[in-house]
């Protein structure tokens, strides 16, 4: 059985307050095709998970985990607030990370599809046997689904007996990052490139670890997204749905 880890413990920078609450928790669609129900992006996530496996935790942020943990309580899922410092969805999971099973990283604010979760937790239990694991799940370019103009990463993988190795490549990504050689915004990315062996500026992405995932599937990081994401449009300000 995998270990999920949602990561929701970031800065939310590029959410910048919109619509006054955590991008996590703003209201989506969970049927593309229907009007309701309407539902909090991260209880949905935490919803779907519950078919495949118990063992979920969600990353919180120090400043504001009320609302996280309560959250996770509906749903039988554990907590750990990340360390203030924390500068990615890797250094606040880490502590959670095992070397018993497959880990699963999940990005909190992703809209997925019943399918691509399949394909990601599937893919990363069923394969795991290469490369140590290692997968990255996302879409290489732009989505002709959402509107979004650039390529994202929504999930990550890796056998437990490479917790070590992945310890070492987050580490290795402040480093660079700090050293001016990577990208400060690109942690997954980085990651990713530091595993292919290719320029870690250069957006590249190679087998075995890239697994394309090429739907309605889409990172909502900034207010645009949330407008152009085909769960969320037609909906007004207030989450109520336009008419």
Aim: proline content about 7%; glycine content about 8%.
């Amino acid at each position: 059985m995998p270990r999920v880890i949602v990561a929701a413990a970031g800065a939310q920078a590029k959410w910048d307050g919109y619509l006054g609450m955590r991008s996590h928790f703003v209201p989506v669609r969970s049927v593309l095709d229907r009007d309701e129900p309407l539902v909090p992006l991260l209880a949905r996530t935490l919803d779907q998970l519950t078919v495949y496996t118990r063992d979920v935790w969600l990353t919180v942020p120090h400043d504001d985990p009320g609302p996280y943990e309560d959250l996770a309580k509906r749903f039988d899922v554990r907590t750990h607030r990340a360390a203030p410092g924390c500068r990615n969805e890797f250094e606040s999971s880490r502590p959670v990370w095992t070397d018993q099973a497959v880990n699963v990283l999940l990005l909190g604010d992703v809209w997925y599809t019943e399918e691509a979760l399949d394909t990601i937790l599937v893919e990363a239990v069923v394969t795991g046997a290469a490369e140590d694991g290692f997968k990255f799940f996302g879409r290489e370019k732009l989505s002709r689904f959402t509107g979004s103009p650039w390529g994202e990463i929504f999930a990550n993988s890796w056998r437990g007996d490479g917790t070590a190795r992945m310890s070492e490549l987050t580490d290795a990504v402040r480093r660079e990052q700090d050293a001016g050689r990577a990208d400060p915004t690109k942690h997954g990315w980085t990651v990713l490139r530091m595993l292919q062996g290719t320029p870690l500026r250069q957006h590249e992405v190679l087998p075995p670890w890239w697994v394309e995932v090429d739907d309605a599937t889409d990172d909502i990081d900034f207010p645009a997204d949330y407008r152009l994401h085909p769960a969320t449009r037609g909906l007004s300000k207030d989450g109520v749905l336009c008419v």
